[in-house]
């Protein structure tokens, strides 16, 4: 049954997506040299989870898998520069029958075909831009020279369907203005915000005003929290119109991160990896299948259905947010396609257990399995911006077995002390692969 809170109206629905943040870059999750007081404020106004893992340790994938509820192999997503196929169903696209405005303002790295962008894929209003980065002011996309042939570089700012040119603009503060717009169009009737920031992804832009706020920082990490604390200021003028309009106790708040922190040289100084996001104490990086590179940041707000203040560690996964979503809608799960999430509002409004009895990655010739405290990871790679973190773990460290509940960094090999679990994770995992990419 759909949760009304005694409004007689659906419940809305935001999410707040940041890109290749850090693992711990939330004043809530304990930095102390970043401002993010808007987000810190959804995440102690409902609950704040521990053990939350984006579907891939890559943006495209990622976000395929957070729209679709489906793990990236199962949906055909499964790397950067592939489009989400037409054929998938997104949380947006299965709101829509049921009344709800839907809108998408960020980053959409999933398609720029005309069958594969944002408003082919369920969204009446889009505002964005399609490619998987772009320059924060002149909106665009610089980085086709490694593109085989190469990518002469492109304008990408759309509304809707229609190229748009707002040249000068900071990109943050433009998707944080249209998401406010559509919350203002739309406040009488039911609707869904997907928001994903394009901060903190290079190339590191950010306006003076937010600079000047961190100017004890050293440079390269002044510049990464003047772009975290621009999309902080964004959430929180979006979080103020929901209040205006006296919408916060009939809203689901979500906010959270695609990926971890990258050390890719285009997002650091002077050719160097890049050092400005914390990922401690995990191991890995972005593309790494180490938890540094998919353990994220998540929080959920609901004021009145989900208790305030929580700090839960049950496992959840981006693949959960469709059928949380359509469930608290009153909306049915498609039942012509495996669904890889589960409904997690239980575990935010009671305590209730996950119901993944195991989550599972495969990127970059990387496989990964978590079950309980244990985790797998075969040919895991720590993508540490040097050659050899690029490669596969050696030697034994080829199969990695952690207990995550005494060794979050995944410093210590457990294979040998444990060699019959090792082998019964690893046959896990293969089979998982073996069932995602069939028909």
């Not at 401690?280 to 972005?286: D, I, Q, V, Y």
């Not at 996964?317 to 059928?323: A, E, G, I, R, T």
């Not at 970059?364 to 990871?377: D, F, I, P, S």
Request: charged share 20%.
């Amino acid at each position: 049954m759909a949760q009304t809170r005694g409004t007689g109206r659906k419940p809305n629905f935001i999410i707040f997506l940041c890109d290749d943040l850090g693992c711990h870059d939330w004043g809530a999750l304990g930095a102390t040299d970043l401002k993010t007081p808007n987000i810190d404020g959804i995440a102690t106004s409902g609950a704040r989870f521990t053990n939350w893992y984006s579907a891939a340790p890559v943006c495209a994938p990622s976000r395929g898998a957070l729209n679709t509820g489906r793990y990236p192999q199962r949906n055909g997503l499964t790397g950067n520069g592939r489009p989400l196929p037409p054929s998938e169903e997104t949380t947006a696209a299965l709101l829509k029958p049921a009344g709800y405005a839907t809108g998408a303002f960020g980053k959409w790295h999933m398609g720029s075909t005309e069958d594969t962008v944002p408003n082919a894929h369920g969204f009446d209003q889009y505002f964005g831009f399609h490619s998987g980065c772009f320059d924060y002011y002149s909106h665009r996309y610089y980085w086709g020279e490694r593109a085989n042939p190469p990518i002469v570089n492109y304008h990408d700012l759309w509304r809707n369907r229609t190229e748009i040119f707002e040249d000068g603009q900071y990109s943050t503060e433009l998707f944080a203005r249209e998401a406010t717009q559509f919350i203002r169009d739309n406040h009488t009737r039911p609707f869904f915000a997907y928001v994903p920031f394009n901060g903190v992804h290079y190339p590191m832009h950010a306006p003076k005003k937010y600079v000047d706020r961190f100017l004890n920082l050293e440079p390269e990490r002044r510049t990464y929290a003047a772009m975290l604390s621009a999309v902080d200021d964004g959430i929180g003028q979006v979080m103020r119109t929901l209040r205006e309009y006296h919408l916060t106790d009939n809203t689901l708040v979500v906010v959270t991160g695609d990926n971890g922190a990258t050390r890719e040289t285009r997002a650091g100084l002077d050719q160097k990896p890049a050092t400005a996001g914390d990922n401690r104490p995990f191991r890995g990086n972005k593309f790494s299948l180490f938890d540094g590179g998919m353990h994220v940041p998540f929080c959920m707000s609901w004021p009145g259905t989900i208790p305030k203040g929580q700090v839960l560690h049950q496992m959840g996964c981006h693949v959960d947010l469709l059928p949380t979503f359509l469930t608290a809608a009153g909306v049915p799960l498609p039942t012509d396609r495996t669904l890889d999430g589960f409904d997690a509002l239980p575990m935010a409004v009671s305590g209730a257990p996950s119901k993944h009895d195991a989550i599972f990655w495969e990127s970059a010739g990387q496989l990964a399995v978590r079950r309980g405290k244990w985790k797998l990871v075969k040919n895991g790679k720590t993508f540490d911006g040097t050659p050899e973190g690029n490669r596969p773990l050696p030697g034994d460290d080829a199969i990695f077995l952690s207990n995550l509940e005494e060794d979050p960094g995944e410093s210590k090999n457990l294979r040998h002390e444990n060699a019959a679990l090792t082998d019964e994770l690893l046959t896990l995992a293969e089979k998982w692969t073996e069932d995602v990419k069939k028909p």
